[in-house]
């Protein structure tokens, strides 16, 4: 489904600032895979994520996604197939305009925008459903500004934009890192559902490790730019946090960092 | 204030307010600050009034204008996107460019159109007064231009431009190139600058290649009025509100210069000067209002 190729990617290449974010990275991911990723800060998970979707583009390396080689594909033209959620609860929607127009706007991902009306009446009954699956009540809500919601609403209100239409390949960057414990939980198990329930090859990064071994089918460490660890399969469910650790001293050989380093 | 002067600036307000629609376009939805407008407003004046002393049709020369407008606009996009050139500085270099282009249209500094055909010729055939035709056309002109962006901002590519101003990150998560938004709606903010200056052109009888400057700080005085006195909670109000905030700067303004303190009045050069401080002090306003709250 996705592969990737010996990708490379420096920051600030030539100044004293330099950093290697992605280190020959070679990642196959097949159709259906949901995949954890973890590492300490500055390990290149959110590079990962970025080349995935095209946000900058690899100093060296390909990548394909399904028959595709969009090594060289603009962030927008990938967006056809391909859906993102941010940590930032505020990137994910638009606070000016209303509900409706937000769930219009990603009914329409990656494809023409012409002069029809932008909110269509005839499909409000389809957001109104959709919206009752959040149990947020902002099935009643349809003409409120976005701006007026929580940070958990917006997530919510964003997990379900990302999904409107079936995305081949959801990426996830810490979506509920900026959450309360509670709204996490809750923005989690409905990840989990509409993962579930769409069959969708997806990249989720975390930083709480307890996540990354209950959710997924597998799970990559990342440290300085390369995976030093990818475990799937039965191995995967019955890794502990003992275990993560471990691995990380294993193949990281930095004797320096700290549990803090990791967890941080 | 006379009779005579409420209804210039009453005309001044609703021509320029087409004007203004194109700024609040560009500095409030796309959040672009463009001061290119200095410039398409003159060249708008200038295609026009070439158009129509080689005797093309009035109205048709506002099509011309119009699209002249919209490139300019267009190229002060594509600096900015494509080239990563500042937004402000771009603008600030097509604006340049603009005024010895809008010198060679005219071949000269200005054209005269006293005696030409305009738009305002079928009203004024109806028996309908000098000074009321272009109240009236211009009324029709904004009016139109008003619903036509309220209409185009509820299509499926005017949420997308709403979004682009708003969240780029996320209409571009969402398929949208916002580079190619973002050309569009520069581009149709400055053919509306320019459709109001070949207006004010035919209005006044002459195309001159001074008449932009300070449009800018016109259109964000009109903008800053208009979302003060009537609101911006949504698509229609804020638009609406732009138009009515260029109707309420005219009618200020005929005021100020009506104003005599013993020997001292205002000429209509001090115009951009009252009209800085207007901005200045609607900008700083929030802030000192917040701290008085505060206290």
Redesign the interface.
Known sequence: MISLKNCNKYFHKGSVNEVFALNSVNLDIAEGDFISIIGSNGAGKSTLLNSI?GVFMLDSGSIMIGDRDVTSW????R??FL??V?QDP????????TIE?NI???K????W???????KVKDRPEFQEKLKILGLGLENRLQDKVGLLSGGQRQALTML?ATMIRPEVLLLDEHVAALDPKTARQILTLTEEIVGHQELTTLMITHNMKHAIQFGNRLIMLHQGRVISDVAGEEKKNLTVGDLLQKFYASSEEELVTDAMLLA | MTVYAALGAIEQGLVYGIMVIGVYLTFRILDFPDLTVDGSLPLGASISAVAITSGINPYLSLVFALAGGFVAGMITAILNTKFKILHLLASILTMIALYSINIRIMGGPNVALLGSATVFDPVINWGIPGQYAGILIFAIFSVSVTAFIVWFLKTELGLAILATGDNPRMITSLGVNTHAVIILGVGLSNGLVALSGALIAQNQGAADVGMGIGTIIAGLASVIIGETIFGDNSVLRAFIAALLGSVVYRLAIALALGVEFGDFSFNPSDLNLITAVLVIFALIAPGIKKKMVAR
């Not at chain 1, 603009?74 to 033209?77: A, D, F, L, T, V």
């Not at chain 1, 505020?90 to 305009?97: E, H, V």
């Open positions: 979707a603009p962030e927008y033209k967006a056809k859906s993102r941010f505020l990137l994910g929607t638009c606070p000016s305009a127009q219009a706007l990603a329409k991902r990656g494809q925008r012409g002069f029809s009306r932008g909110v934009m």
